[in-house]
């Protein structure tokens, strides 16, 4: 009964081990293949439509910054 019992264990285990892997593998497959990809931005093409291979430079202003400057004129 005990022999019996370990075979079957045995078998059932490398069975669900082996459906693990076949899954995962599917599952990682469709994630990078089928997901929408994230769209780019019109600041990474070139005049063609060609992503362009250089860093993109991000400038944020913030409000503010500039009020000392526009006071100094107006005087």
């Known amino acids: 009964m005990l022999a019996t019992s370990l ?4 078998f059932l285990t490398v069975l669900f081990l082996i459906v693990g892997l076949v899954t995962g593998w599917v599952a990682r497959e469709y994630m990078m293949n ?3 990809k ?3 931005h019109p600041e990474f ?7 362009i291979p250089d ?3 991000a400038v944020r ?4 910054y500039f009020d000392d400057d526009v006071e ?3 005087e």
Do not use: A, R
């Not at 075979?7 to 045995?10: A, N, T």
């Not at 093409?45 to 992503?51: A, I, L």
């Not at 202003?61 to 503010?64: D, I, P």
């Open 7 to 10: 075979v079957f264990g045995s």
């Open 34 to 36: 089928y997901q929408d």
């Open 38 to 40: 994230p769209k780019l």
């Open 45 to 51: 093409f070139d005049g063609d439509g060609n992503v």
């Open 55 to 57: 860093e993109v430079l």
């Open 61 to 64: 202003f913030e409000e503010g």
């Open 72 to 74: 100094e004129e107006d």
